[in-house]
Each structure stands twice: as structure tokens, then as C-alpha cells.
């Protein structure tokens, strides 16, 4: 029996960095031949317990068949540290995972091994890809170390992804500026940015590319994201925004 093979095996130019599109908040990065994860909820964990939120679109990958080198999770709510993708994934020996503080204890309840905690302003070096704990302001006060993250590999390309985040000045103060690639919840809902939030953000980014995500897996947590490309157009916002299919192939 072959093993399946995924759209990330692809080799990437040194001087580019690709992603894809896992469904809510989640991605898979690779460039200079270091593989991420970030937020990745390949289950349908929260829909068993909640069937209003089951999941609109099945799992686009099975989460025990992946493999990256470092695991990002920006906090502690299912469809992004979800413990059914952790406890299915079979490379946690081997992969670093990075978290905020109290998401990282529950990483550690779930048997992760190899955990740095990266909060606001932290920013750790992995083989010459860093990592910073950028400004989110939490929806929650059970998940208040909320954290987003800036990427940067090797090559200099960088890729920013907010995590859940409630809109206020700081954080568009304490967003990284002109960088390559923003990615943004939109779908307004639990606290997360609304569409207009959600432009006022890229505008204050101005990054190269924009792509939104958090719209498409729940039904109750949805959001049409070619609204946000309309807006983002209306508004005279410079940055590209490209809306991407589950696994479509993103290079830059």
C-alpha cells in the first residue's frame, strides 16, 4: 500500500516559502525546507460535543499522516489546540511544539514532549526560522494567553497569523508592519474580528498578501470571505487578498 502524498511535498524555491489552507485557522508553511503546522484541527472533536458546530466539509487530511517540523498552536480552544489532531499525530517525539503559557500545560497533559512557550514579544530561533509572539487580545478568559505569531524563515519571507483575536487599537499598534503575508480570522463571531475589524487590520499591516481564514468549517462560525475581499478592495487596502480552496497551493 503507497502512502498518500500531499500538495506540501512539492519542492519550494529556496528564496520563495508556500503554504495551504487546512479549514478554520489552520495551515501548513514550508520554506528553506523547514515544515510548520499552525492551529491545525483535523477532527471533528468540537461537532461530537456540540453538534451545531459538526463540521460543514470533512477532514481534508488525516492528522496521523502529517509530519512538519514545528507544531504552532495559538491557544487553547478545540478547533485550534484540539487534542483528537494532538493525539493522532505520530511525529510528537520529533516535532517541536510552540505555544503560549497555559496552552503549552495542556500540550504537556497531552503527552508533547517537546514544548518552547512563546508569549507576546518572545521570539525563539529553529534552525534559522524565528518565531514571535505577537499581540492577540483574547475572546475568552479561560484561553487568556492567546497569542499570534510572526514567522520569518531563512530566506526573510514572513508570514503573520493573528490567532483568535478581539480588535482594539493595541493590536493594530503591535501588528508587524510590511510583511509578506497576513493571516486573519473574519468571521466576527465568539469575539473574533469582524469583516470591517478584520480591513482595518490589513490596512494597518499592509502586508504584500492577505488571506482570511476562520469561515468555513462551522456553519455558526461562518463568514463569506469574498465579503472581505470587496471590502478590502473598497477601502483602497494595497495588499493582495487571496481567498484559498482547503490544500490549494500558495506560493510567495
Not at 31 to 36: E, V, W
Not at 115 to 135: A, L, P, R, S
Amino acid at each position: 500500500m503507497t502512502s498518500p502524498t500531499f500538495p506540501w511535498e512539492q519542492p519550494v524555491p529556496d528564496t520563495s516559502a508556500a503554504l495551504w489552507f487546512l479549514g478554520q485557522a489552520g495551515y501548513y508553511l514550508k520554506g528553506n525546507n523547514q515544515t510548520i503546522l499552525i492551529d491545525p484541527y483535523l477532527t471533528d472533536s468540537v461537532g461530537k460535543t456540540a453538534p451545531l458546530f459538526a463540521r460543514a466539509y470533512p477532514t481534508p487530511v488525516d492528522p496521523a499522516q502529517v509530519k512538519a517540523d514545528i507544531f504552532i498552536v495559538t491557544h487553547d480552544h478545540a478547533d485550534h489546540l484540539d487534542p483528537e489532531t494532538i493525539a493522532a499525530y505520530s511525529h510528537k517525539d520529533t516535532t517541536l511544539f510552540i505555544a503560549p503559557r497555559h496552552a503549552a500545560k495542556k500540550l504537556i497533559a497531552l503527552g508533547v514532549p517537546n514544548i518552547v512557550v512563546v508569549d507576546h514579544g518572545d521570539t525563539t530561533d529553529i534552525n534559522g526560522t524565528k518565531i514571535t509572539g505577537v499581540f492577540a487580545l483574547a475572546t475568552d478568559p479561560g484561553t487568556i494567553d492567546t497569542c499570534g505569531y510572526l514567522i520569518t524563515f531563512p530566506n526573510g519571507k514572513t508570514a503573520y497569523h493573528t490567532a483568535d483575536t478581539a480588535y482594539c487599537q493595541l493590536l493594530l499598534d503591535a501588528a508587524p508592519k510590511g510583511i509578506d503575508v497576513l493571516l486573519t480570522c473574519i468571521n466576527g463571531k465568539f469575539g473574533n474580528l469582524n469583516i470591517a475589524e478584520a480591513v482595518a487590520l490589513t490596512k494597518a499591516v499592509n502586508p504584500k498578501f492577505a488571506i482570511p481564514n476562520h469561515y468555513d468549517v462551522m456553519a455558526l462560525n461562518s463568514e463569506n470571505p469574498e465579503s472581505y475581499r470587496f471590502f478590502c478592495q473598497s477601502s483602497n487596502v494595497e495588499s493582495e487578498i487571496k481567498v484559498l480552496e482547503v490544500m490549494e497551493t500558495f506560493i510567495w
